[in-house]
């Protein structure tokens, strides 16, 4: 068996803190504001990957399997925005992103461009897995069975792409560097949503 850390993640999501079971209850009460914070999510993974793509040209493998998936996070932000409207329901603006915003503020900001490198993928790395995570227990724990099957369509895809940003990582970093900062990232991010309040209207 490979030792890879895709090859890990690929069986176990890995996140040390499963989501309160509440959550669910509250997201599927609060479904308009649900649906407009999983829009905006769509849309910064998608611009996200842009920026990644524009930072590090000369990457070629990053640049070549992050342009499909810009297209994949638009058309996940366009199929939420049909959901809306089918549903006469609003987009409504940006909401401030507290988890990100936490997650933001445990990336490298100095040291080598490497460590700033491979923080910025395992941030996605880690925002992919939770937003998985989120849509499996709504694809379980919504009690409309449409929903369920909306939401098991991003949780699939999630999850191919938080193993995909792993094996970025593990593509241009050594695979002991690569497991010894996930594995930081994966402590901080229980204490993040550890400290964080349960509300139904974000996504995180
Ligand atoms: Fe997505
Ligand atoms: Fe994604």
């Given at each position: 068996m490979s030792d890879d850390l895709s090859h890990h993640t690929k069986n176990i999501l890995g996140l040390q803190l499963p989501t309160d079971p509440r959550w669910v209850d509250l997201a599927g009460i609060s479904l308009e504001a649900i649906l407009t914070d999983h829009a905006y999510c769509e849309q910064k993974a998608a611009t996200t990957c842009i920026s990644l793509i524009q930072k590090y040209p000369d990457r070629e493998k990053l640049v070549f399997e992050l342009a499909p998936i810009v297209a994949e996070e638009w058309g996940h932000f366009r199929l939420v925005l049909n959901e809306l409207k089918k549903r006469k329901l609003k987009l409504g603006s940006q909401r401030k992103d507290i988890y990100v915003n936490k997650l933001l503020a445990f990336?490298?900001?100095?040291?080598h461009p490497d460590d700033r490198f491979l923080d910025r993928l395992l941030t996605m790395a880690l925002i992919e897995a939770r937003s998985c995570e989120r849509f499996k227990r709504l694809s379980e724990g919504l009690a409309d069975t449409y929903l369920q099957q909306f939401y098991r369509r991003f949780m699939e895809s999630e999850a191919g792409h938080y193993t995909l940003f792993i094996d970025l990582a593990e593509t241009y970093m050594a695979k002991p560097v690569v497991r010894k900062r996930w594995e930081q990232w994966l402590a901080y991010e229980s204490d993040v949503m550890n400290d964080m309040e349960i509300r139904g209207d974000r996504i995180h």
């Open positions: 990336q490298k900001k100095d040291g």
